[in-house]
């Protein structure tokens, strides 16, 4: 039997800890303005990341929201990933873009972030499905400890509040402060971080591009102001929002001919050919057969004429008569009316003529 | 006096016959008569006695050898054949098959051959109606004999070649067309990638599939008629073709240009045959019908203007065979004996001046020409015929056999007519033979130039091409461009596919990897992919989809136009004989029943637009539309069924017969040597 309910009753941190002091599998969804699934087994949480879901998966939000990949990057992702049947960790793999202990880290903080955000929730559904065994296709699996996530989770709630007050706009650049501190003493992280914040961006810029959740960067930048390592430097005047203004009623203008000047030019030549063709080629002239035609029928009127006489004695009185007996076809006789030409029996002489 | 013993003895005679006889001597007999007469003569020789009644010799006939007296002659001559009962009877032939009257066909139609044997008309229509009854037996007995009378007469082989060119101009060309269009459509998507690649900048080269139809749909604003739309539609297509397929499209293409060209002899000399004005015709006419007025005086007029000796001589022939049929022998030797000074040896003059002696009574003059001729020109059969009759005529049976059986021996058969008259003031018929092939070729020849070029596709010049442009140079130049293409552009044994997924690919679009020529698509992925796992799924999946597609799109093609499926999918064979069941019911249904081969002048060809069933859209003879319930339209109804029906069912056969496509992995595709941009690959 499922367990389900409003988080309005049980909020997700209750719910976690039920899950894990009673050592389920299963899968837990939460239906709120932002779908998150956690996954257990045996009352360890091994994967946020449902491949069932319809929804955007939640590794690839998290590292394109914090800028692990650039552009080029995401396109041979997607395009990897359109084209096979591959997840996002094996191509992450396969294609070399992070190591097997990235990709545990990254998905670590993913689920940290999401405990975070989640137990920040107080409306909403949540539906745990459990599962006999381990529950089937999980991707990637970690161990994380639930009471350590809750734990880190209800720390972030505590300071977040602390960080925007020390932090309040995106805008807040940094310059290097009265300390130096060795980068032997950063992490990976830190090391990028910093270089991001000596290098002058905007608060937000790091976040976006620091490669680790919005809650470690600041955290770090908060500790680093503190320790006089670096100096926040309040947002002034936003020269760079005016410079980006000015691109953005640029006119673009793209073709996609490949040669505009040489399709141009084929259309006229066409045109050219065309108005040439229908007016400046020689009139077709008449028919050149209409005589020889001309020719073909008059003989055959007098051929019929010819048998008419051989089989009754006499010249037919018209063209109708022959056409009765059977000797001129009904069409011929059509076509030397078309012609307007006339056949007149000469009954004396013993003779017809026979034309126009 | 002396007295001789043999004269002694006849005396005792006399004095018995005296004492016998003693009471008869009381009456006069009339040996006394005679011995009044004889008695003054015993003393004369009786070697030198005269005659012995008044007589002289210029009272007697000039006797030279056998001879009859002039009065004797018949007014006209008598004939075997008859050409009116012939075509009389060749008349009531047509309109016994025009009510279906099969035994009616057949028994006029003997008679007609009867009275006119070498007709060719007659002959060839007979084949036909053997041809279209199924009657076996008729049509294996009478083809030898109506091939026959085509190769001897100029006239009426005329008639068959101008047929023939026709009927060959349109199947060539439904031909042409159901061959374009296949390969139109089998190479559409090659076409759409050229055409996108070439108009528009898209470094993918993605196909437009509707662009395709730009150049059909422009070239129509040109108008430039039937040929000369394939014609050109048919330039990138030659170029881009390949083996057998090109090789039938250029056989196609040259053919249509040699029925289009204008300057052919055997066809130039075809039209003077189908003209009833023309001098050749009045030859055949002069030569064959009863004696006219009409004929005569036009044969004079022509000889009173011809300054070319081979063509006076023609008409002379014919006029002098005309004058003998008036049975005016002596002008008509005269006539003969003209021609003979310039040509010793013409054999219608020859035998018309031994018919000539043979009708004026002079038996052994005529069988002396007669036995000349046979040895001057031993192959022909009426010499010995005409030798046999004056052997008839003087009773020597045994040589008139003789004459018969040689005259059969060399193929001579006379015609039998029941309806003239081959005996006339005891004369039996004699053959005057038409002037021979060679004349009347020669004829041809000579009058092929007043007519225009390709007078007999004048119904359809505008269908067919684009006038005053002539056929031959709106066809020709197309397929001179084409070959140039062929040889000037060295890139034409480049690979024209994805060596993995098999769509087409260009110069500008592929990309190399590992030796292998690659489309956009799979080169980028072949780029991208840093892992050999990712790079084989890859590749296979998109090879896969791509071949899924294909098979479809081929499938859907050889349902659209039978026979384009198979060549998209190279079955040369399977697409030759579906083109041609498709092109033979078109040709069936749209123009095979317009050919009328008992017909006296008319040929599709050639007809008035008032004539025609619509003088745009479907030039054809109205008159010959046989309804669509006519044999030619439902045969040609039937094939074109058939060939869709085919169609509907290759579809499997058609799956089967498009390759497995493989996926091409890296280290798999070795090749020695990279092929560099523009450079022929074997």
């Known amino acids: ?356 | 006096m002396k007295v001789s013993n043999h004269y002694l003895w006849l005396a005792l005679a006399i004095a018995c016959l005296g004492i016998v006889t003693g009471e008869a001597a009381a009456n006069s007999a009339p040996l006394d008569t005679l011995m009044e007469y004889g008695a003054e003569s015993e003393d004369l020789d009786p070697r030198y006695a005269g005659a012995e009644f008044d007589t002289s010799r210029k009272r007697l006939p000039e006797a030279q050898a056998t001879t009859i007296e002039k009065s004797r002659s018949p007014r006209m001559p008598p004939r075997l054949d008859d050409p009116m009962a012939g075509a009389y009877s060749f008349h009531l032939a047509r309109q016994a098959a025009l009510s279906d009257n099969p035994d009616g066909v057949k028994k006029n139609l003997e008679a007609a051959i009867a009275a006119s044997p070498g007709h060719p008309r007659y002959q060839w229509w007979q084949t036909v109606q053997a041809l279209k009854s199924m009657d076996s037996a008729t049509l294996f007995r009478v083809l030898p004999t109506s091939v026959r009378a085509l190769l001897n007469s100029p006239v009426g082989r005329g008639h068959f070649i101008v047929a023939w060119h026709q009927g060959a101009t349109l199947l060539n060309g439904f031909f042409w067309t159901v061959l374009v269009s296949g390969l139109y459509l089998a190479w559409w998507r090659k076409m759409a990638h050229d055409m996108g690649a070439t108009i528009l900048k898209d470094p993918k080269h993605q196909p437009r599939f509707l662009l395709p139809l730009l150049m059909p749909v422009i070239l129509i604003m040109f108008k430039p008629g039937w040929f000369g739309f394939l014609a050109i539609m048919s330039i990138p297509v030659l170029v881009h073709a390949r083996g057998k397929v090109r090789y039938l499209l250029l056989a196609t293409w040259v053919m249509a240009l040699a029925l289009v060209f204008p300057g052919w002899p055997v066809l130039r000399s075809a039209v003077p045959t189908i003209d009833p004005t023309s001098e050749v015709t009045l030859l055949d006419r002069a030569c064959t019908l009863p004696p006219s007025g009409g004929i005569i005086r036009e044969l004079k007029n022509r000889i009173a203007t011809s300054e070319d000796q081979d063509r006076t001589n023609r008409l002379t022939v014919a006029l002098a065979i005309q004058e003998a049929r008036r049975g005016k022998y002596q002008e008509s030797n005269r006539l003969f004996g003209k021609v003979l000074e310039t040509e010793p040896t013409n054999f219608p003059a020859m035998i018309g001046v031994a018919n000539n002696t043979y009708y004026r009574g002079r038996m052994d003059s005529a069988a002396k020409g007669y036995s000349e001729i046979a040895l001057v020109h031993p192959d022909r059969g009426e010499a010995s015929y005409n030798l046999a009759q004056v052997y008839f005529k003087k009773l020597f049976v045994p040589e008139a056999t003789e004459a018969m059986d040689k005259a059969r021996s060399l193929g001579f058969i006379p015609a039998f007519s029941t309806k003239s008259s081959h005996r006339r003031k005891g004369y039996a018929a004699v053959v005057y033979p038409p002037l021979t092939n060679q004349a009347m070729n020669e004829a041809c020849s000579y009058e092929a130039q007043n007519y225009p070029p390709m007078v007999i596709l004048s119904s359809w010049r505008h269908q067919l091409g684009s006038p005053p442009l002539p056929l031959y140079i709106l066809v020709g130049a197309p397929l001179l461009l084409a070959l140039f293409l062929i040889m000037w552009w060295n890139k034409q044994n480049d690979p024209t596919e994805c060596e993995n997924c098999g769509i087409p690919l260009c110069h500008d679009c592929c990309k190399v990897h590992d030796g292998a020529w690659l489309c956009a698509g799979c080169g980028e992925t072949a780029e991208r992919s840093r892992s050999d796992m990712v790079l084989g799924t890859l590749l296979k999946n998109r090879s896969r989809e791509q071949g899924m597609a294909l098979g479809h799109r081929v499938i859907q093609v050889g349902r659209l136009l039978p026979g384009a499926g198979h060549l998209a999918t190279g079955h040369f064979r399977a697409a030759f004989i579906r083109l041609s069941i498709l092109a033979a019911g078109l040709f069936l249904l749209f123009a095979g029943w317009a050919f009328d081969m008992g017909s006296d002048w008319s040929s599709p060809g050639l007809m008035l637009p008032g004539e025609t069933l619509h003088p745009m859209w479907l030039p054809m003879p109205a008159a010959m539309w046989p309804g669509w319930s006519g044999s030619s339209v439902l045969l040609g109804a039937g094939l074109i069924a058939l060939s869709w029906i085919i169609a509907l069912l290759d579809g499997p056969g058609l799956r089967r017969g498009i390759p497995d496509r493989y996926s091409l992995t890296p280290n798999t595709a070795s090749r020695e040597t990279l092929p560099g941009a523009g450079i022929a690959t074997r």
Request: hydrophobic fraction near 40%; glycine fraction near 8%.
């Open chain 1, 1 to 356: 039997m499922a367990l389900e309910g409003q988080l309005t009753d049980f909020n997700l941190a209750e719910i976690l800890q039920l899950l894990a002091s009673q050592q389920k599998s299963g899968f837990l969804n939460l239906e709120t303005n932002r779908n998150m699934v956690f996954i257990f087994d045996k009352g360890v949480l091994i994967s946020t990341r449902d491949r069932r879901s319809r929804s955007r998966d939640p590794l690839e939000s998290f590292l394109r929201a914090y800028g692990f990949f650039n552009e080029q990057q995401w396109k041979h992702v997607e395009y990897v990933g359109k084209n096979s049947s591959l997840d996002l960790t094996e191509i992450l793999i396969s294609e070399g873009l992070m190591d097997e202990i990235e990709i545990d880290r990254v998905l670590k903080s993913l689920a940290q972030e999401m405990a975070h955000a989640g137990m920040k929730m107080h409306r909403g559904r949540y539906h745990f499905s459990p599962t006999k065994d381990t529950p089937p296709g999980v991707k990637w699996r970690y161990n994380l400890d639930v009471q350590a996530l809750l734990m880190e989770a209800v720390r972030r709630l505590d300071e977040e509040a602390l960080l925007k007050d020390y932090l309040p706009s995106q805008a807040i650049t940094f310059k290097q402060g009265s300390r130096v501190l060795d980068p032997d003493e950063l992490t990976e992280s830190g090391r990028h971080i910093m270089e991001m914040a000596l290098a002058g961006l905007p608060l937000g810029r790091i976040i976006r591009q620091g490669k680790t959740e919005s809650f470690i960067a600041r955290d770090m930048l908060k500790t680093w102001c503190e320790k006089d390592i670096l100096e926040l430097v309040q947002p002034g005047t936003d020269d760079e929002d005016s410079s980006n203004r000015g691109e953005r009623f640029k006119f673009k203008l793209k073709s996609g001919l490949r040669s505009l000047p040489m399709t141009i030019l084929a259309v006229l030549v066409i045109g050219t050919l065309g108005w040439l063709r229908w007016t400046a080629s020689p009139p077709a002239g008449g028919n050149p057969g209409e005589s020889l035609r001309r020719a073909q029928i008059r003989s055959e009127v007098v051929t019929a004429a010819r048998l008419y006489r051989y089989q009754k004695g006499e010249w037919p009185a018209s063209l109708s008569e022959m056409v009765r007996s059977g000797q001129l076809t009904p069409s011929v006789l059509i076509t030397v009316d078309d012609l307007g030409w006339q056949y007149t029996l000469n009954r004396k002489q013993d003779k017809f003529t026979f034309g126009s």
